[in-house]
């Protein structure tokens, strides 16, 4: 067998032009076996950094969808490609035997967010999953670690399955009214749990970010920027924990909900926000060479990047903001806007097409791709086509960004930051539970694989030893906390075994809904 693999990753690499022996697991050879998963978008980068520690070293081969130059790379489709052994991965089996290693293929289908792993697999609906066997992929030259492969990801080289598993930011119980995608049903409750086995997993972060210049726009209207622009300690875009700009719960609803038109109706005293910073400039430094842009927009209409509705990103935005579908009393996201007089609302597919929304307004680009038409969802409508700079909103995760990569920043709410260590203390609300699901009618050798998987992307020591370090921001350590209903807390926060004591699965089964509050249990180290 492992000659079989070399010969055949040797054949590839010849082929594309890079050094004999860099891929271990090519387009072409075949696995023993393939798991499907679609869902959030938010713990990609979690899943990528679990298969480095679960394959067997040296194995893993990466492939991710390459839309164009200009896109980002694995927005909609990944998978990998390695060789799992039994120590790694207890009771593997293959067709139902057990076996000391397997040639494990994973699919990850990110188009269309967290409702894409819920409600196709509740109804049995094929999806669409990128192809790595088709000639459709080229290896990266040169060569990367792990081998990392670009493939074309559409027509022939997508195959239409019915997901095995699936991966939502919030549970699926939750995907109804707003958070229903367009090519599903609502999701029926006791269908759900006929259908799925959910897995609670762990917390994760979320929070609001907004375009530099509306970011300055804000420090500058509370005083945090030192003279000439304000008699505070702070420079225009310092991102440092006292530095942040903050809006309220309230206004953070007021913009999510479509009430304000334009960012002259967002009045800082007597004068409009966009008058309070007539003239000022700052320096992006996210672009080489840097520019010095205007912090006023050219176009004061509110821009909205959101998620495609199916969203887990979305849904759990309206949870916590809008009250909605928790209450029927919740308002709504899908407000329709106007072009003309504002606000506008870009909805685009993940996480990375939220980045380029964000990106393009503000420097005044036109990379990111919204929603054309629905059922099935398809994005080729220009997102910024007039190129005009403007403030906007957004919703993500705090897996993003953290090296300001961007040119958008998160702020905080209610005066609070999105970080692990308030989050951990209550301060901080913005956070959810995810859950993995599978469906029960799937082979016993995939229910282990993910299991597996969803175990490790929610223990303590993964989440701090491979999973948050890439999401440590200036103002302070983000990204999960493992669930405190399974492993035990401390009293004050432990980065090397972070576990959050507060959870929304008190009363009952995991509901985001919820208010979270930490269980009553022997342990006594409440940290309140």
């Not at 967010?113 to 040169?142: F, K």
């Amino acid at each position: 067998m492992k000659k079989q693999l070399l010969s055949a990753a040797i054949a590839v690499a010849s082929l594309a032009g890079v050094s004999q022996g860099a891929f271990a697991h090519a387009p072409n050879v075949t696995p023993d076996l393939q798991v499907f998963m679609s869902g959030a978008t938010a713990p990609d980068k979690a899943l990528a950094a679990l298969f480095v520690s679960l394959c067997d070293a040296g194995t893993l081969d990466v492939f991710r969808d390459d839309p164009s130059a200009t896109a980002t790379k694995g927005r909609n489709h990944n998978a990998y490609f390695c060789t799992v052994n039994s120590t790694n991965v207890p009771n593997l089996t293959v067709n139902g035997t057990p076996v000391a290693s397997a040639k494990i293929l994973f699919h990850k289908r990110s188009q269309g967010g967290s409702a894409q792993g819920v409600n196709p697999l509740i109804d049995g609906v094929a999806i669409a999953h990128m192809r790595i066997d088709n000639g459709n992929c080229t290896a990266v030259a040169p060569a990367t670690n792990p081998p990392t492969w670009n493939c074309a990801a559409t027509g022939a080289n997508l195959v239409n399955v019915v997901s095995d598993a699936g991966v939502s930011d919030v549970e699926p119980k939750l995907f109804v009214g707003p958070n229903k995608p367009s090519n599903a049903s609502a999701v029926n409750p006791a269908q759900a749990d006929a259908v799925l086995q959910v897995i609670p997993a762990a917390g994760l972060v979320f929070g609001v970010p907004v375009t530099d210049a509306l970011y300055i726009a804000l420090q500058k209207a509370q005083n945090l920027l030192a003279a000439p622009n304000g008699t505070g300690n702070c420079q225009p875009g310092d991102y440092t924990d006292a530095c942040m700009p903050s809006l309220t719960k309230s206004e953070v609803a007021t913009l999510l909900s479509g009430q304000i038109k334009r960012w002259t109706e967002f009045k800082v005293g007597n004068a409009s926000l966009t008058d309070l910073v007539a003239g000022m400039t700052y320096t992006d430094n996210t672009v080489t060479p840097a520019a010095v842009r205007n912090v006023t927009p050219t176009d004061t209409k509110v821009r909205m990047c959101k998620r495609i509705d199916g969203s887990g990103t979305g849904a759990q935005q309206y949870a916590k903001f809008l009250n909605n579908p928790c209450s029927s009393a919740g308002l709504n996201p899908d407000w329709p806007g106007s072009n003309v007089a504002g606000p506008v609302k870009h909805e685009v597919s993940g996480s990375g097409d939220m980045e380029l929304c964000l990106t393009d307004f503000d420097r005044g680009t036109n990379t990111a791709l919204t929603v054309t038409s629905t059922n099935p969802d398809v994005f080729n409508t220009a997102n910024n086509p007039g190129l005009v700079r403007a403030w906007a909103i957004g919703n993500q995760s705090l897996e993003n960004n953290a090296t300001h990569a961007r040119p958008y920043r998160f702020i905080k709410i209610d005066g609070v930051a999105p970080t692990l260590q308030n989050v951990f203390t209550g301060a901080y609300f913005d956070w959810v539970e995810l859950t993995y699901q599978y469906r029960k009618a799937i082979s016993q050798d995939k229910k282990t694989l993910i299991e597996k998987i969803a175990k490790d992307a929610g223990a303590p020591s993964i989440i701090a030893s491979v999973l948050n370090p890439t999401f440590v921001h200036p103002f302070g350590a983000s990204g999960y906390l493992a669930n405190g209903n399974v492993f035990p807390f401390t009293q004050t926060l432990d980065l090397n075994a972070p576990v959050n004591p507060y959870s929304h699965a008190v009363a009952g089964s995991l509901s985001n809904c919820q208010v979270p509050v930490i269980r009553s249990s022997t342990n006594t180290n409440k940290p309140l």
